[in-house]
C-alpha cells in the first residue's frame, strides 16, 4: 500500500510497475496502513456488465428485502440471507448489473 485514506476508503498500491488506485466502504481499510502487503484479487468485468452505485435505505428482515436507493430512484432487492444479514441502513453499495438480449416483444 502506498497510500490509505481511512476516511474515504481510498487505497493506493503499487505493483509490478503500475499504480492502482480504488475505493472500498472506509470499513474495510481501517486498519491498513502505507507500507503494508496486502493481497488483492482482480477481475475483469465482462462488457456486457454495468454497475451502479447506491446506498442501503432499509432493510426488512421479515420479508429477506433490501431496499436500495439509486440515482434512479428506490430499487427493492431480495439478496441472499447471508447478505441481508450484513446490510444496514447508510452502507454504500455497488449494484452489477447484466444485460441478456432476448428480441423484441411477442
Known amino acids: 500500500m502506498t497510500a490509505v485514506d481511512v476516511a474515504t476508503g481510498r487505497i493506493e498500491m503499487a505493483a509490478e510497475g503500475v499504480t492502482l488506485g480504488a475505493s472500498f466502504p472506509p470499513a474495510v ?7 503494508d502487503v496486502a493481497f488483492v484479487t482482480v477481475s475483469v468485468i465482462d462488457t456486457r456488465v ?3 452505485t447506491g446506498s442501503i435505505a432499509a432493510v426488512d428482515q421479515a420479508k429477506g ?6 440515482p ?22 455497488l449494484l452489477k448489473l447484466g444485460l441478456v438480449d432476448v428480441g423484441p416483444p411477442a
Open 29 to 35: 481499510v481501517t486498519e491498513v496502513k502505507p507500507g
Open 50 to 52: 454495468a454497475t451502479v
Open 65 to 70: 428485502t433490501a431496499t436500495v436507493t439509486t
Open 72 to 93: 434512479g430512484g428506490p430499487l427493492t432487492l431480495t439478496p441472499s440471507g447471508t447478505a441481508l444479514g450484513a446490510m444496514k441502513p447508510g452502507d454504500e453499495v
